[in-house]
C-alpha cells in the first residue's frame, strides 16, 4: 500500500509539458549539472533483493536507480515508486534528512526522470517497504511525459510502435518477454544435452527454398544479382548432415513475404533440427519432450490456457494419421478410394472447396484435413503422413507411395511444428523440384525453386535422417496466453506512420469547428472524490465529454472498472478508474430513459452500414459459390437469419430490417435455385453464450444482467443454447440424404422464443 493517496497530476497540453521539462533540463545545464554528462552510477540492490530479502537488509545502507514512477506529497516529506528491473520500491524523501538544496531539487524531477539513490533500507509506519533517501541524483531527464497512470498505454497499434514505453507502462508486458527467453534457453538446453550442435546459416540466399512460401527479394549491388531472405534454414542444414554432421540445430529468423495476421508476422523466428540415422517418429518424441518439459519448468504445470482453452500438455500426445482424421471427422475413407477423380468428386460431396488445385487423391485429401480438420484439433495432436502432393522434401512412405513420412503438430487449431524423414533419393528430389517449377510457371509463386546443388548433396550421400522445424513465437503465445503473435515480438513488422497518413493528406481539410469555452467555475466534485482531488489542478486539466461506450469489471479486482469512452476522436478511449466500490457497471452503462437514441436521431451512416454487412454480406458470397455449385448440378446454401428475422428487437432496428431482408432473401433465392439442384434455407439462432453475447447476457457477479433476465423469461426452455445444438440443426440442412427435398425455410433454433407471445 502507498504511504499517501495519489493526487493525479494535471493533463496539461503534451506540447506545454514537454516545453516545461526542456526548460528545467536547461536551467540544469546552465548550473552545471547536466545529468546526460553523467556517465554511470554504481547501484548494488535492486527492488527485488530488498523485497526478498528484506529482514537481513533492514537498516542497511543501499544505492538503488531507476525509473520514477509516481510522487507523493512534495512538501517536507515526498514519496515517490521507483521501478527498476525487479519492479518497484517506495522511495522516502524528508527534507530534514537530506540536504536542502537536494530536496529541492529532487522536488522539481517529473515522473520518467531516471535517478540514482543512495539511502537506507527502512519499513514505514504502515508496513511499506522502503528506501529512506539521503542523497538522489538525477541521472537522465525524460523529456516526454509517460502516459497517465489509470489510462496507461493501451493503443494497441501504439504499444507495439513504442514498446518501449510499452514496457515501461504496462510491466506485465515484461512477463511474456522474460518467459520468451527462458523458452529459447530451455530448447538449447533440451537439444545440447542430447548431443546437438548449435549451428548458423545464411540469411541470404541465392535461390529460395525449403518451404513453400513468397519470399522476399533483395539486390545485391556488387555481384549484380537478386537474392533471397531465407524462408527456412533447410537445406543448408542438410548439406551440413551430408558433411558429417549429425546432430545439427539452428534457432533463426525467418522472412516470408506473406500476409499478417494474429499467427503470422513477416519475420519469425523458428528451430530446425536434423539427426542422422532417425525418422519422424524421432521426431516426434523431441516435439513432445521440449514443450512439455518447457511448460513444467517454466510455468510449473503441463496445463496451460490459451485463447479460451485449457491445454493439458502431459506427455502422451495424440498420433493419428491424415486419413485416419479425414475419416474420423469429415466422414470419407481416402484409403479405400484409388482414383483421382473419384477422390475428388467424395471430397467436394462433403462441402470442400478444390477450385484452383490440382485434381489429385493426395490433394483432395490434403485440402479436406486443412477445411474441416485443423479447426478442431485443440489439444496436442501429431498429424502423420501426408500426401506427396504437398510435402516435395519428405521421404516417401514404404507402405504406400502416394504418402510421405511427415507429421506436422496441431495445437488449438495452430500448426506448431512440422517433421520429416527426409528425402535423401536425388533422383525423386529432383523430379519433386521440377514439379514445383512447373507450379511456378503456372503462376504459383510460393512455389520452390531448382536448388542444383542441393542435389549434388544428395547425390554424394545423405543419411537416413530425421528432420523437424518448431515455430518458437507460437510456441510463446501458448506459454504466455498471448492472443496474438505481436504481444511476443519485441518489435513486430508495422506499417509505417507515414503511409497511414497519406490517404489523410489527399483528402480535403475539414473546416475547423470554433472551440467552445465551457465554464466550469460551478463545478462540484462528487464527495467520493474530494479529498483526492486538488481543484486548482483539476480546474486546469484537458476536460472531454465522452460517451460511455462499454464498463466492465476488471477481472481479479475488488476496486476497478474499465471504461470504454467514445471521446469524439474517432478511436475508442479506455481508462480504468477505483470506484467499483461504489458502483456496479451496469450502473454507470445502462441507458437511462432520458439519455436513449430515437428514430429521429439515428447516425444513419451506422444504420446503412450495418445494412449493407448483413444484406450484401449474404448476397455476395450466395452469387460466388452458388455458380461453382450450379456447374456441379448440386449444392446446399445456408444463410444465418437471426430471432430478428420475425421479431424485431429493441434497440437495433437497423439489424432486425436486414435480418428480415435475410430472410425474404433465403426463400427467393432458393425458388431460383431450385431447378440447378441448389437447396438454400438458414437458421435463425436464438441466445447463444459466446465471448461477446456473454457481456450483454450476464451482470459483473455472474447473475444474468436485466437484459439477460428479459430473454430468459421468454424463452420457454429457460436457459440458453449450446453449440452442439446449434450444429446439429445445420448438418440437418447440409444433409443432402436427410433434408434433400427441404428448400426455402429458416429454422428457428431458439429454445422456443418465437414461440412465446409473452403472456
Same mark, same amino acid.
Given at each position: 500500500?502507498?504511504?499517501?493517496?495519489?493526487?493525479?497530476?494535471?493533463?496539461?497540453?503534451?506540447?506545454?509539458?514537454?516545453?516545461?521539462?526542456?526548460?528545467?533540463?536547461?536551467?540544469?545545464?546552465?548550473?552545471?549539472?547536466?545529468?546526460?554528462?553523467?556517465?554511470?552510477?554504481?547501484?548494488?540492490?535492486?527492488?527485488?533483493?530488498?523485497?526478498?530479502?528484506?529482514?537481513?537488509?533492514?537498516?542497511?545502507?543501499?544505492?538503488?536507480?531507476?525509473?520514477?514512477?509516481?510522487?507523493?506529497?512534495? !512538501?517536507?516529506?515526498?514519496?515517490?515508486?521507483?521501478?527498476?528491473?525487479?519492479?518497484?520500491?517506495?522511495?522516502?524523501?524528508?527534507?530534514?534528512?537530506?540536504?536542502?538544496?537536494?530536496?529541492?531539487?529532487?522536488?522539481?524531477?517529473?515522473?520518467?526522470?531516471?535517478?540514482?539513490?543512495?539511502?537506507?533500507?527502512?519499513?514505514?509506519?504502515?508496513?511499506?517497504?522502503?528506501?529512506?533517501?539521503?542523497?538522489?541524483?538525477? #541521472?537522465?531527464?525524460?523529456?516526454?511525459?509517460?502516459?497517465?497512470?489509470?489510462?496507461?498505454?493501451?493503443? $494497441? %497499434? #501504439?504499444?507495439?510502435?513504442?514498446?518501449?514505453?510499452?514496457?515501461?507502462?504496462?510491466?506485465?508486458?515484461?512477463?511474456?518477454?522474460?518467459?520468451?527467453?527462458?523458452?529459447?534457453?530451455?530448447?538449447?538446453?533440451?537439444?545440447?544435452?542430447?548431443?546437438?550442435?548449435?549451428?548458423?546459416?545464411?540469411?541470404?540466399?541465392?535461390?529460395?527454398?525449403?518451404?513453400?512460401?513468397?519470399?522476399?527479394?533483395?539486390?545485391?549491388?556488387?555481384?549484380?544479382?537478386?537474392?533471397?531472405?531465407?524462408?527456412?534454414?533447410?537445406?543448408?542444414?542438410?548439406?551440413?548432415?551430408?558433411?558429417?554432421?549429425?546432430?545439427?540445430?539452428?534457432?533463426?529468423?525467418?522472412?516470408?513475404?506473406?500476409? &499478417?495476421?494474429?499467427?503470422?508476422?513477416?519475420?519469425?523466428?523458428?528451430?530446425?533440427?536434423?539427426?542422422?540415422?532417425?525418422?519422424?517418429?524421432? &521426431?516426434?518424441?523431441?516435439?513432445?519432450?521440449?514443450?512439455?518439459?518447457?511448460?513444467?519448468?517454466?510455468?510449473?504445470?503441463?496445463?496451460? +490456457?490459451?485463447?479460451?482453452?485449457?491445454?493439458?500438455?502431459?506427455?502422451?500426445?495424440?498420433? &493419428?494419421?491424415?486419413?485416419?482424421?479425414?475419416?474420423?471427422?469429415?466422414?470419407?475413407?481416402?484409403?479405400?478410394?484409388?482414383?483421382?477423380?473419384?477422390?475428388?468428386?467424395?471430397?467436394?460431396?462433403?462441402?470442400?472447396? #478444390?477450385?484452383?488445385?490440382?485434381? $489429385?487423391?493426395? +490433394?483432395?485429401?490434403?485440402?479436406?484435413?486443412?477445411?474441416?480438420?485443423?479447426?478442431?484439433?485443440?489439444?496436442?495432436?501429431?498429424?502423420?503422413?501426408?500426401?506427396?502432393?504437398?510435402?516435395?522434401?519428405?521421404?516417401?512412405?514404404?507402405?504406400?507411395?502416394?504418402?510421405?513420412?511427415?507429421? %506436422?503438430?496441431?495445437?488449438?487449431?495452430?500448426?506448431?511444428?512440422?517433421?520429416?524423414?527426409?528425402?535423401?533419393?536425388?533422383?525423386?528430389?529432383?523430379?519433386?523440384?521440377?514439379?514445383?517449377?512447373?507450379?511456378?510457371?503456372?503462376?504459383?509463386?510460393?512455389?520452390?525453386?531448382?536448388?542444383?546443388?542441393?542435389?549434388?548433396?544428395?547425390?554424394?550421400?545423405?543419411?537416413?535422417?530425421?528432420?523437424?522445424?518448431?515455430?518458437?513465437?507460437?510456441?510463446?503465445?501458448?506459454?504466455?496466453?498471448?492472443?496474438?503473435?505481436?504481444?511476443?515480438?519485441?518489435?513486430? $513488422?508495422?506499417?509505417?506512420?507515414?503511409?497511414?497518413?497519406?490517404?489523410?493528406?489527399?483528402?480535403?481539410?475539414?473546416?475547423?469547428?470554433?472551440?467552445?469555452?465551457?465554464?466550469?467555475?460551478?463545478?462540484?466534485?462528487?464527495?467520493?472524490?474530494?479529498?483526492?482531488?486538488?481543484?486548482?489542478?483539476?480546474?486546469?486539466?484537458?476536460?472531454?465529454?465522452?460517451?460511455?461506450?462499454?464498463?466492465?469489471?476488471?477481472?481479479?479486482?475488488?476496486?476497478?472498472?474499465?471504461?470504454?469512452?467514445?471521446?469524439?476522436?474517432?478511436?475508442?478511449?479506455?481508462?480504468?478508474?477505483?470506484?467499483?466500490?461504489?458502483?456496479?457497471?451496469?450502473?454507470?452503462?445502462?441507458?437511462?430513459?432520458?439519455?436513449?437514441?430515437?428514430?429521429?436521431?439515428?447516425?444513419?451512416?451506422?444504420?446503412?452500414?450495418?445494412?449493407?454487412?448483413? +444484406?450484401?454480406? =449474404?448476397?455476395?458470397?450466395?452469387?460466388?459459390?452458388?455458380?461453382?455449385?450450379?456447374?456441379?448440378?448440386?449444392?446446399?446454401?445456408?444463410?444465418?437469419?437471426?430471432?430478428?428475422?420475425?421479431?424485431?428487437? =429493441?434497440?437495433?432496428?437497423?439489424?432486425?430490417?436486414?435480418?428480415?431482408?435475410?430472410?425474404?432473401?433465403?426463400?427467393?433465392?432458393? $425458388?431460383?435455385?431450385?431447378?440447378? !439442384?441448389?437447396?438454400?434455407?438458414?437458421?435463425?439462432?436464438?441466445?447463444?453464450?459466446?465471448?461477446?453475447?456473454?457481456?450483454?447476457?450476464?451482470?459483473?457477479?455472474?447473475?444474468?444482467?436485466?437484459?439477460?433476465?428479459?430473454?430468459?423469461?421468454?424463452?420457454?426452455?429457460?436457459?440458453?443454447?449450446?453449440?452442439?445444438?446449434?450444429?446439429?440443426?445445420?448438418?440437418?440442412?447440409?444433409?443432402?440424404?436427410?433434408?434433400?427435398?427441404?428448400?426455402?425455410?429458416?429454422?428457428?433454433?431458439?429454445?422456443?422464443?418465437?414461440?412465446?407471445?409473452?403472456?
Amino acid at each position: 500500500m502507498a504511504e499517501q493517496k495519489n493526487n493525479p497530476q494535471a493533463e496539461q497540453d503534451l506540447g506545454q509539458q514537454t516545453k516545461i521539462r526542456r526548460e528545467k533540463l536547461a536551467v540544469l545545464q546552465n548550473q552545471g549539472k547536466d545529468p546526460f554528462q553523467i556517465t554511470r552510477f554504481d547501484w548494488d540492490t535492486t527492488s527485488g533483493q530488498i523485497k526478498e530479502n528484506f529482514d537481513a537488509m533492514e537498516g542497511r545502507s543501499v544505492k538503488v536507480a531507476g525509473r520514477l514512477m509516481s510522487k507523493r506529497g512534495m !512538501g517536507k516529506v515526498s514519496f515517490c515508486d521507483l521501478q527498476d528491473r525487479d519492479g518497484r520500491i517506495q522511495l522516502y524523501a524528508r527534507q530534514d534528512e537530506m540536504d536542502e538544496a537536494v530536496y529541492q531539487e529532487f522536488k522539481k524531477y517529473d515522473i520518467g526522470d531516471i535517478v540514482g539513490v543512495d539511502g537506507e533500507v527502512f519499513r514505514t509506519q504502515r508496513g511499506e517497504m522502503s528506501v529512506r533517501a539521503r542523497t538522489i541524483t538525477l #541521472l537522465s531527464k525524460s523529456l516526454l511525459p509517460l502516459p497517465e497512470k489509470f489510462h496507461g498505454l493501451t493503443n $494497441t %497499434e #501504439l504499444r507495439y510502435r513504442q514498446r518501449y514505453v510499452d514496457l515501461i507502462v504496462n510491466p506485465e508486458v515484461k512477463r511474456n518477454f522474460i518467459i520468451r527467453s527462458q523458452f529459447i534457453k530451455h530448447v538449447r538446453d533440451f537439444l545440447d544435452g542430447r548431443g546437438y550442435m548449435e549451428v548458423e546459416t545464411p540469411v541470404l540466399n541465392t535461390i529460395s527454398g525449403g518451404a513453400t512460401a513468397r519470399p522476399f527479394i533483395t539486390h545485391h549491388n556488387t555481384l549484380d544479382i537478386d537474392m533471397y531472405m531465407r524462408i527456412a534454414t533447410e537445406l543448408n542444414l542438410k548439406r551440413l548432415t551430408v558433411g558429417g554432421f549429425e546432430r545439427v540445430y539452428e534457432i533463426g529468423r525467418i522472412f516470408r513475404n506473406e500476409g &499478417m495476421d494474429p499467427k503470422h508476422n513477416p519475420e519469425f523466428t523458428t528451430i530446425e533440427l536434423y539427426e542422422a540415422y532417425a525418422d519422424f517418429h524421432d &521426431m516426434m518424441d523431441i516435439a513432445e519432450g521440449v514443450l512439455s518439459t518447457a511448460a513444467k519448468e517454466i510455468l510449473g504445470s503441463y496445463r496451460v +490456457t490459451w485463447l479460451g482453452n485449457e491445454i493439458d500438455l502431459t506427455p502422451g500426445w495424440k498420433r &493419428m494419421t491424415m486419413i485416419d482424421a479425414v475419416r474420423e471427422y469429415v466422414g470419407v475413407d481416402f484409403e479405400a478410394i484409388s482414383d483421382d477423380e473419384e477422390a475428388c468428386k467424395a471430397a467436394e460431396a462433403k462441402g470442400i472447396d #478444390l477450385e484452383g488445385c490440382e485434381r $489429385t487423391w493426395g +490433394t483432395a485429401l490434403y485440402e479436406a484435413f486443412d477445411q474441416r480438420v485443423e479447426e478442431k484439433l485443440i489439444q496436442p495432436t501429431f498429424i502423420t503422413m501426408y500426401p506427396v502432393e504437398v510435402s516435395p522434401l519428405t521421404k516417401r512412405s514404404p507402405a504406400d507411395p502416394r504418402l510421405t513420412e511427415r507429421f %506436422e503438430l496441431f495445437i488449438n487449431h495452430c500448426e506448431f511444428a512440422n517433421a520429416f524423414s527426409e528425402l535423401n533419393d536425388p533422383i525423386d528430389q529432383r523430379g519433386r523440384f521440377e514439379h514445383e517449377l512447373a507450379l511456378r510457371e503456372m503462376g504459383n509463386d510460393e512455389a520452390g525453386m531448382m536448388d542444383e546443388d542441393f542435389i549434388n548433396a544428395l547425390e554424394y550421400g545423405l543419411p537416413p535422417t530425421g528432420g523437424m522445424g518448431i515455430g518458437i513465437d507460437r510456441c510463446v503465445m501458448m506459454l504466455t496466453g498471448a492472443d496474438t503473435i505481436r504481444d511476443v515480438i519485441l518489435f513486430p $513488422t508495422m506499417k509505417p506512420i507515414g503511409e497511414a497518413k497519406k490517404a489523410e493528406k489527399a483528402a480535403p481539410a475539414a473546416a475547423e469547428a470554433p472551440v467552445e469555452k465551457i465554464d466550469f467555475s460551478k463545478v462540484e466534485i462528487e464527495p467520493l472524490f474530494q479529498e483526492f482531488v486538488d481543484f486548482e489542478t483539476f480546474a486546469k486539466s484537458d476536460f472531454r465529454a465522452v460517451k460511455v461506450k462499454e464498463c466492465t469489471a476488471v477481472p481479479k479486482s475488488k476496486k476497478l472498472l474499465k471504461f470504454v469512452l467514445d471521446d469524439g476522436t474517432g478511436e475508442d478511449r479506455v481508462i480504468l478508474s477505483g470506484i467499483h466500490d461504489t458502483y456496479e457497471p451496469e450502473e454507470l452503462q445502462e441507458n437511462k430513459p432520458e439519455d436513449m437514441v430515437g428514430f429521429f436521431d439515428l447516425d444513419m451512416g451506422v444504420f446503412e452500414s450495418v445494412v449493407k454487412i448483413n +444484406t450484401l454480406g =449474404t448476397v455476395i458470397p450466395a452469387r460466388a459459390f452458388a455458380r461453382q455449385m450450379a456447374r456441379a448440378g448440386r449444392g446446399s446454401i445456408l444463410n444465418f437469419a437471426s430471432m430478428n428475422s420475425t421479431r424485431p428487437l =429493441t434497440r437495433v432496428p437497423d439489424y432486425a430490417m436486414s435480418k428480415a431482408a435475410e430472410a425474404n432473401f433465403t426463400q427467393w433465392l432458393a $425458388t431460383y435455385l431450385a431447378p440447378a !439442384g441448389i437447396r438454400v434455407n438458414a437458421v435463425a439462432p436464438g441466445f447463444f453464450v459466446n465471448d461477446r453475447s456473454r457481456k450483454i447476457l450476464f451482470a459483473a457477479d455472474g447473475n444474468l444482467s436485466k437484459r439477460g433476465e428479459n430473454i430468459m423469461n421468454h424463452t420457454p426452455m429457460g436457459r440458453f443454447g449450446e453449440a452442439k445444438e446449434l450444429w446439429g440443426c445445420v448438418s440437418w440442412l447440409l444433409d443432402d440424404e436427410k433434408a434433400g427435398f427441404v428448400t426455402g425455410i429458416t429454422v428457428p433454433v431458439d429454445g422456443g422464443f418465437l414461440a412465446h407471445s409473452g403472456i
